[in-house]
């Protein structure tokens, strides 16, 4: 049952920590998206990758934020560093490469709470 | 902005009956629409599709319907059972975005018995 995880699935910080979130796609998928969800903006993109190269990261704060792929089975969102407004539940979600969106397959979430 | 949008921040429907979620986008690229159903904890789950080039897609339970000249769809759960009481959410997407998804506010669905 190929299934996308993500660690950690809950994060209490400080403001001013260091945030890393990961993510193992599955085997296989090609595209790895990041999304934010928040009460006042819903569900929205941070980034996404296609066979681990970054296309589109606009939507991230691109002062404290950053998404890597180091390899194929891991792909990372980093926040440094923390602020309260970051709280929220972070998703994973990895797909193959075509023509539509129904391949993506969603992880369980990071629930980030900075204090 | 949020360019595509769920008014509906909550909906009650008795068991048997029909659930009618709505959902509204603003960008005419955006040319294949989705619903995602999300329970408490968990990710978002692929439910439903729809390309630009129909107007209608069913699959069981499940229809969405797809109205391009006024930028909406809407998707039919009949009979509405009590597990299908969760939080669904409307996508959209287009080509030159490698598929990324904007996605609605959501739709919490209640079924009662």
């Known amino acids: 049952d190929a299934r996308v995880t993500q660690t950690p699935r809950h994060k209490v910080t400080e403001m001013g920590q260091e945030v890393t979130m990961r993510c193992q796609p599955i085997?296989?998928?090609?595209?790895v998206f990041w999304y934010r969800q928040t009460m006042m903006q819903g569900l929205e993109l941070l980034a996404y990758f296609r066979n681990r190269a970054p296309l589109d990261d606009s939507g991230m704060p691109k002062d404290r934020f950053s998404a890597e792929m180091p390899d194929a089975t891991l792909a990372t969102l980093k926040i440094q560093p923390s602020e309260p407004r970051d709280s929220a539940v972070y998703f994973c979600a990895s797909g193959l490469d075509v023509a539509t969106a129904d391949t993506q397959y969603f992880g369980p979430g990071t629930r980030l709470t900075v204090l | 902005d949020q360019q595509v949008k769920q008014n509906s921040p909550s909906l009650s429907v008795q068991e048997g009956r029909i659930s009618i979620l709505n959902c509204d986008y603003t960008?005419?690229?955006?040319?294949?629409f989705l619903w995602y159903k999300k329970y408490p904890a968990e990710g978002p789950t692929f439910l439903i599709s729809?390309?630009?080039?129909?107007d209608k897609n069913e699959d069981g339970r499940f229809t969405v319907f797809l109205n391009k000249s006024a930028k909406h769809l809407s998707l039919h759960i009949v009979p509405s059972q009590p597990g299908d009481s969760a939080v669904y959410f409307c996508a959209a997407s287009m080509p030159n975005s490698g598929y990324a998804l904007n996605f609605g506010k959501g739709t919490s669905l209640l079924v009662t018995p």
């Open positions: 085997l296989g998928h090609n595209t």
């Open positions: 729809i390309s630009s080039i129909k």
């Open positions: 960008n005419s690229m955006f040319d294949y």
